[in-house]
């Protein structure tokens, strides 16, 4: 089993709707992250969290809300979808304690097309 | 404004024809610069971290060099399971965590 599992790995959805990505890690990381990937734009920062009870925007966090349910999880909502959402987007996690914050460990991804 | 570019966009080699590729940063306090693969369909996966200028990073087929202003890649006797995307991001400043990635190289090594 993956370290870093993301779901749904695949979602269509419509304009306005409500989605939820979930990600859930066995690594006993304390940081998580959530980016999301654009062709031609690279890994952009949405939303981090450095334990259950910190939550920091990134750089694109309009738009999207996030919730720390516990160390293991970490969840992306987009209240209300809409096409320019539509990318590949990644959770990852870190531990502060051995490495430095830049190596990080990436699920899968969950692809998401807005309609 | 932190940044970071990558070239080329993309680069197609023969199996066992060494090559480079490029990290441009600009980058106030760099903290540490970092080297992620990434394969059609995955997360990715991460590599190397250099942190200061002369530092170098070997793995396999793979070194990771790093001045005041750039990194390389240097991929020697590349095979096609070599092939893939190259990311490199860049960590800076003084009270921040976050990562600023490159756009990427897609790496094609074809037998």
């Known amino acids: 089993d993956a370290d870093v599992t993301q779901t749904p790995r695949n979602r269509i959805t419509k304009t306005g709707k409500r989605i939820m990505l979930e990600c859930s890690q066995t690594?006993?990381?304390?940081?998580m992250y959530w980016y999301r990937q654009d062709p031609g734009l690279g890994l952009r920062l949405i939303y981090y969290?450095?334990?259950?009870?910190?939550?920091n925007k990134g750089e694109i966090s309009d738009g999207y809300s996030v919730s720390r349910q516990a160390q293991a999880k970490f969840s992306l909502s987009l209240e209300s979808a809409i096409p320019n959402q539509t990318a590949l987007y990644f959770c990852?996690?870190?531990?502060?304690?051995?490495?430095?914050?830049?190596?990080?460990?990436f699920g899968e991804g969950s692809r998401l097309t807005v309609l | 404004e932190d940044q970071v570019t990558q070239s080329p966009e993309a680069l197609r080699l023969q199996e066992g024809e060494s090559s480079s590729l490029n990290c441009s940063y600009t980058?106030?306090?760099?903290?540490?610069l970092f080297w992620y693969r990434q394969d059609p369909g995955k997360g990715p996966e991460f590599l190397f971290t250099?942190?200061?200028a002369g530092e170098e990073k070997e793995k396999e087929r793979l070194k990771a060099t790093l001045t005041k202003k750039e990194s390389f890649l240097h991929i020697t006797a590349p095979k096609p399971e070599d092939s893939a995307t190259y990311l490199c991001?860049?960590?800076?400043?003084?009270?921040?965590?976050?990562?600023?990635f490159g756009t990427g190289t897609r790496l094609q090594v074809f037998p």
């Open positions: 990852a996690t870190s531990d502060l304690r051995d490495r430095e914050p830049g190596e990080l460990f």
């Open positions: 690594k006993g990381h304390d940081r």
């Open positions: 969290s450095f334990d259950v009870k910190d939550i």
């Open positions: 980058v106030s306090g760099l903290r540490g």
């Open positions: 250099l942190y200061s």
């Open positions: 991001a860049v960590q800076g400043g003084y009270n921040t965590d976050k990562l600023i």
